[in-house]
Nanobody, 123 residues
Framework: QVQLVESGGGLVQAGGSLRLACAASGRALSEYDMGWFRQAPGKEREFVAAISWSGSRSYYADSSKGRFTISRDNAKNTVYLQMNSLKPEDTAVYYC????????????????WGQGTQVTVSS
C-alpha cells in the first residue's frame, strides 16, 4: 500500500504560480498511474490532471489545460503539478491519487489518496 502526502499549497494572487508536490512512500511510485483532483467548498471533487506510470501520457481537464502541467520523477517517488496563471476559481483543496489500473478522469479509478493541500487564489 502506498501513502501519499501533498505539499506546496498556499495563498497566491491571481495570475501567480504554485507548484504542488505529492510524495509517495511505502511502495514505488512507478507502480501507479497518478492523478490530481480538487474540491472547492460546496462543490464535488473534480479531475485536474493525470499521468501514466512512465510519464509518457498525460491528461488534463479543460479548466487546467494550457495552465497546469503534471509531471513525475519516479526516482524521487514524487509527482508534481505546476500551476500557472492561477485564477480565483482554482481555489480548492488539491488531492493527489494513485491508480493501479489506469490514469483517468474518474475518481473511482484511484485506489489511494493523499490528505490534500489547500490552494487559495485571491483576486
Amino acid at each position: 500500500q502506498v501513502q501519499l502526502v501533498e505539499s506546496g499549497g498556499g495563498l497566491v494572487q491571481a495570475g501567480g504560480s504554485l507548484r504542488l508536490a505529492c510524495a509517495a512512500s511505502g511502495r514505488a511510485l512507478s507502480e501507479y498511474d497518478m492523478g490530481w483532483f480538487r474540491q472547492a467548498p460546496g462543490k464535488e471533487r473534480e479531475f485536474v490532471a493525470a499521468i501514466s506510470w512512465s510519464g509518457s501520457r498525460s491528461y488534463y481537464a479543460d479548466s487546467s489545460k494550457g495552465r497546469f502541467t503534471i509531471s513525475r520523477d519516479n526516482a524521487k517517488n514524487t509527482v508534481y503539478l505546476q500551476m500557472n496563471s492561477l485564477k480565483p476559481e482554482d481555489t480548492a483543496v488539491y488531492y493527489c491519487a494513485a491508480s493501479r489500473t489506469a490514469p483517468g478522469v474518474q475518481d473511482t479509478l484511484y485506489d489511494y489518496w493523499g490528505q490534500g493541500t489547500q490552494v487559495t487564489v485571491s483576486s
